[in-house]
């Protein structure tokens, strides 16, 4: 069934994308447009609107994200000198795509986690 966002037709499969991970609750793939070298996006198969938007029924879920996450990125090679994860909520967090994703960036160093912060 196809939903609202994007995400929602790559979750269903009607749209492709390089899905490097996918069970009945996530799905994880390559970002299109990659900001580092690894740059995975991992997704809940339900569509969520933003971090806003969750509530208690939604922890196990959110964990299921982060090991799942995790797990990529070992699987990427990214484990040992690290990555780093980002999860952008609305206008001010710069959200793009309103179906709640996690962003997975690694493979070099990645710097400041906001560039030009503290100065
Ligand atoms: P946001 O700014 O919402 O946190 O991030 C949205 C991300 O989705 C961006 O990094 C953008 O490159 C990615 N993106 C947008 N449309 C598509 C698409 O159709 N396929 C894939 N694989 N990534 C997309």
Known sequence: MSGSTIFARIVAGEIPADIVYQDERVT????????APVHILVIPNREIPTLADVGEEDEALLGHMLV???????EQGLAE????????????????????????????PLGRMLPGAGE
């Open 28 to 35: 994880a793939f390559r970002d299109i447009s990659p900001q």
């Open 68 to 74: 799942t996450a995790s797990r990529v990125a070992a």
């Open 81 to 108: 000198e690290g990555y780093r994860t980002i999860i952008n909520c609305r206008d001010h967090g710069g959200q793009e795509v309103y179906h709640l994703h996690l962003h997975l960036l690694g493979g070099k």
